[in-house]
C-alpha cells in the first residue's frame, strides 16, 4: 500500500504541533468528502468525511474544514504525534459510488 | 474492529497469464470496490458492485477485468490476459451503504508482471 515513487508535497512538522494538510478537488457537484491515511505497506485508512452540506467537522484530535466556494479540503491534525507519519489523501464523491482521490500529502513527524 | 482482508499480499504473474486477486470484504457492508494504484500514481477507480452486478466502472475496467461474488463471503477481481501495465497495487474496499458513506479499504495486493 505504499505511495512509493510519487512526488508527494511533504508536510514536516515537530511532536506536537498541529498539522494542517489541504487539498483542492476538482469538480463543484461533489457532495461527499472523505479523508485517509496510509501508511507503509497498508491501505488507505478512513479517519473522517464530511458531507457538502456541511464546512466543518470535529473527530477525535483531527478536524475537516471544507470551503465550497473555492472547493478547498483542509485536514486538521491537532497535537500530532509520531504515530501520525503517513500519506494522507482526500477523495470526493461527485457521481454514483465511486471516489476520486488526490495526490496526497506525505506528513512527516519530527520527535 | 471489522475489516477488509485482500489476498495475496503480492502476486507475480507471467504476462498473458490469468489472475485472481481475492478480497473478503465487511460482512455486514453490502457494496464492493476495486480500485488500483499504479506506482508513482493516484488510487483509480475500477468498479463497484451491488446485489451482484457491477454498477460502476470506469474506462480502465475493459473487457479483460470481471468480478464475481462468488459465495456469501468472498469478492474476487479476474484479470483475463495480463499485460506489464496492469502491474499496480490493487485495493479492495467495501461500504455499508453506497451514498455518502466511507469506503473501508484492504491493504491491497501488490501485482507484478513480468
Known amino acids: 500500500g505504499e505511495s512509493v515513487g510519487l512526488h508527494l508535497p511533504t508536510l514536516s512538522v515537530q511532536e506536537g504541533d498541529n498539522s494542517i494538510i489541504n487539498c483542492a478537488y476538482s469538480n463543484s457537484a461533489s457532495d461527499y468528502f472523505i479523508w485517509y491515511k496510509q501508511e507503509s505497506g497498508k491501505g488507505p485508512q478512513f479517519i473522517i468525511d464530511i458531507r457538502s452540506n456541511m464546512d466543518k467537522r470535529q473527530g477525535q484530535r483531527v478536524t475537516v474544514l471544507l470551503n465550497k466556494t473555492v472547493k478547498h479540503l483542509s485536514l486538521q491534525i491537532a497535537a500530532t504525534q509520531p504515530g501520525d507519519s503517513a500519506v494522507y489523501f482526500c477523495a470526493e464523491n461527485n457521481a454514483g459510488n465511486m471516489l476520486t482521490f488526490g495526490g496526497g500529502t506525505r506528513l512527516m513527524v519530527k520527535p | 474492529e471489522p475489516e477488509v482482508t485482500q489476498t495475496p499480499s503480492h502476486q507475480v504473474t507471467q504476462m498473458g497469464q490469468e489472475v485472481i486477486l481475492r478480497c473478503v470484504p465487511i460482512?455486514?457492508?453490502?457494496?464492493f470496490y476495486w480500485y488500483r494504484q499504479i506506482l508513482g500514481q493516484k488510487v483509480e477507480f475500477l468498479v463497484s458492485f451491488y446485489n451482484n452486478e457491477i454498477s460502476e466502472k470506469s474506462e480502465i475496467f475493459d473487457d479483460q477485468f470481471s468480478v464475481e461474488r462468488p459465495d456469501g463471503s468472498n469478492f474476487t477481481l479476474k484479470i483475463r490476459s495480463t499485460k506489464l501495465e496492469d502491474s499496480a497495487m490493487y485495493f479492495c474496499?467495501?461500504?455499508?451503504?453506497?451514498?455518502?458513506?466511507?469506503?473501508?479499504f484492504g491493504d491491497g495486493t501488490r501485482l507484478s508482471i513480468l
Open positions: 460482512s455486514n457492508h453490502l457494496y
Open positions: 474496499a467495501s461500504s455499508e451503504l453506497v451514498f455518502n458513506q466511507p469506503q473501508h
